[in-house]
């Protein structure tokens, strides 16, 4: 796909969420779509490789949750993959200062290749669980924001999300349309680890029939010290 192409049908989307990029924005995000083919061909980054559908699947959906996180926000992107949505957040949002983690190395140095490339600053990746990190002091509610976007379920990503973030600070939790039974499964470990589920937004993606939910949790209370347990464990034994 061409440039041109490119930011049509990107530009045509973004106007339903009243997103406007500039030329540059457009430009780093189009180099980001082809290392993401590029790159998908020698490690599994994404399944969606047609650049009609990374516009729409990965780009513009990213993009959906821009409108909660305040200015100046720190944030940290939890298993953040290929980069979703931290990346594409970045490209937008340069007030943000974001670190990017996840557990597997080859994924890391696709991310650090793509900053390099786009030459983001203010952004970094991490290689480290969540339940580690949540952990480790230097990270432990030090974060405004957390995010996570086809993670886990609510309950197990609430011990990894929740521990990072500051008391008033929020999780933003990119699900699919169907998060009622999930979210009610979930109540009790949200307000265990000090958490509070203060919005629920349920959406289509522009101009499709893609469902989408965002679940925003605002810390209230600090997290006990006993979580995040050892890593594996809130996948294996989610609290219930």
Same mark, same amino acid.
């Given at each position: 796909?061409?440039?041109?192409?490119?930011?049509?049908?990107?530009?045509?989307?973004?106007?339903? @969420?009243?997103?406007?990029?500039?030329?540059?924005?457009?430009?780093?995000?189009?180099? /980001?779509?082809?290392? @993401?083919?590029?790159?998908?061909?020698?490690?599994?980054?994404?399944?969606?490789?047609?650049?009609?559908?990374?516009?729409?699947?990965?780009?513009?959906?990213? @993009?959906?949750? $821009?409108? /909660?996180?305040?200015?100046?926000?720190?944030?940290? +992107?939890?298993?953040?993959?290929?980069?979703?949505?931290?990346?594409?957040? %970045?490209? /937008?949002?340069?007030?943000?200062?974001?670190?990017?983690? +996840?557990?597997?190395?080859?994924?890391?140095?696709?991310?650090?290749?793509v900053i390099n490339k786009l030459e983001l600053e203010g952004i970094q990746t991490i290689h480290a669980r969540a339940e580690e990190l949540g952990k480790n002091k230097k990270y432990?509610?030090?974060?405004?924001?957390?995010? $996570?976007?086809?993670?886990?379920?609510?309950? *197990?990503?609430?011990?990894y999300m929740i521990p990072l973030i500051k008391v008033n600070g929020q999780c933003i939790c990119m699900k699919g349309s169907d998060i009622d039974e999930e979210l009610e499964v979930?109540?009790?470990?949200?307000?265990?680890?000090?958490?509070?589920?203060?919005?629920?937004?349920?959406?289509?993606?522009?101009?499709?029939?893609?469902?989408? $939910?965002?679940?925003?949790?605002? %810390?209230?209370?600090?997290?006990?010290?006993? /979580?995040?347990?050892?890593?594996? *464990?809130?996948?294996?034994?989610?609290?219930?």
């Amino acid at each position: 796909m061409e440039i041109k192409e490119f930011s049509e049908i990107f530009n045509d989307y973004l106007q339903e @969420l009243n997103i406007k990029l500039n030329k540059e924005q457009i430009e780093k995000f189009y180099i /980001y779509m082809n290392m @993401l083919i590029e790159w998908n061909e020698k490690i599994n980054l994404t399944a969606i490789t047609k650049p009609e559908e990374i516009i729409l699947k990965h780009f513009v959906d990213c @993009l959906t949750i $821009s409108k /909660y996180i305040k200015e100046d926000s720190n944030l940290v +992107d939890i298993g953040t993959g290929a980069g979703f949505p931290g990346i594409p957040l %970045k490209i /937008y949002r340069n007030d943000l200062k974001i670190v990017l983690a +996840d557990s597997l190395n080859k994924r890391l140095n696709f991310l650090n290749e793509v900053i390099n490339k786009l030459e983001l600053e203010g952004i970094q990746t991490i290689h480290a669980r969540a339940e580690e990190l949540g952990k480790n002091k230097k990270y432990r509610e030090q974060f405004d924001v957390s995010t $996570s976007r086809a993670v886990a379920n609510l309950s *197990t990503l609430s011990e990894y999300m929740i521990p990072l973030i500051k008391v008033n600070g929020q999780c933003i939790c990119m699900k699919g349309s169907d998060i009622d039974e999930e979210l009610e499964v979930a109540k009790n470990a949200i307000k265990i680890l000090g958490g509070e589920v203060v919005n629920k937004d349920v959406f289509k993606l522009p101009k499709s029939d893609l469902g989408r $939910s965002v679940v925003i949790i605002k %810390k209230v209370k600090n997290t006990p010290g006993k /979580y995040p347990r050892k890593a594996g *464990t809130p996948a294996k034994e989610p609290i219930a």
